[in-house]
T-cell receptor, first 116, second 112 residues
Framework: GAVVSQHPSWVICKSGTSVKIECRSL??????MFWYRQFPKQSLMLMAT?????????EQGVEKDKFLINHASLTLSTLTVTSAHPEDSSFYIC????????????FGPGTRLTVT | GENVEQHPSTLSVQEGDSAVIKCTYS??????FPWYKQELGKRPQLIID?????GEKKDQRIAVTLNKTAKHFSLHITETQPEDSAVYFC???????????FGKGTRLSVIA
């Protein structure tokens, strides 16, 4: 149980275009999802917390107009990287909680974004 | 907010030896402390976790200890094997819908 999927697993896009990444909880309802970014040889850095039906909460330094997060249902959250630039190239990983009393966060497989 | 420090950043051990990775956290409200193993290009894989009401937990060759007073927790891997080579992350979070905060990671190399 507690499976999280992401799509696509990898994407290459041109500078200036937008890319949407989907994160789905397959066998549970996720009231809260988190988006992390991981640059090569670095740790996972939290970008934003997404609660179903409400606006995402962004971490300091993360541009909310550039990284659009939508959590329209209990099983789907999307991250859209708008006007992507090469410095946005990274590994994006979503994570979900199974209810607010849950301890463990379940991670998606990640999406490798390369902006050329 | 929470801040997690992890040491060392790299660790090389001979096969069969033990490896220890240490983390400290800052938020006394944190009550969940997982450890993850991450291989290149893959998602973090939970290998063991501990909650604040427990001081030690063991699962075969892996153990975690927690000192709430000192706000630090450690991962111990005994009888290391080459397949233990990976990057290990500690993390911490409090209850509710707060996110995990990760340490910077430790690259473990087990030399055969």
């Amino acid at each position: 149980g507690a499976v999280v999927s992401q799509h696509p697993s990898w994407v290459i896009c041109k500078s200036g275009t937008s890319v949407k990444i989907e994160c789905r909880s397959l066998d549970f309802q996720a009231t809260t999802m988190f988006w992390y970014r991981q640059f090569p040889k670095q740790s996972l850095m939290l970008m934003a917390t997404s609660n179903e039906g409400s606006k995402a909460t962004y971490e300091q330094g993360v541009e909310k107009d550039k990284f659009l997060i939508n959590h329209a249902s209990l099983t789907l959250s999307t991250l859209t990287v708008t006007s992507a630039h090469p410095e946005d190239s990274s590994f994006y990983i979503c994570s979900a909680l199974v209810g607010i009393f849950s301890y463990e966060q379940y991670f998606g497989p990640g999406t490798r974004l390369t902006v050329t | 907010g929470e801040n997690v420090e992890q040491h060392p950043s790299t660790l090389s051990v001979q096969e069969g030896d033990s490896a220890v990775i240490k983390c400290t956290y800052s938020d006394s409200a944190s009550n969940y402390f997982p450890w993850y193993k991450q291989e290149l290009g893959k998602r973090p894989q939970l290998i063991i976790d501990i909650r604040s009401n427990v001081g030690e937990k063991k699962d075969q060759r892996i153990a975690v200890t927690l000192n709430k007073t000192a706000k630090h927790f450690s991962l111990h891997i005994t009888e290391t094997q080459p397949e233990d080579s990976a990057v290990y992350f500690c993390a911490a979070r409090s209850s509710g819908n707060t996110p995990l905060v990760f340490g910077k990671g430790t690259r473990l190399s087990v030399i055969a």
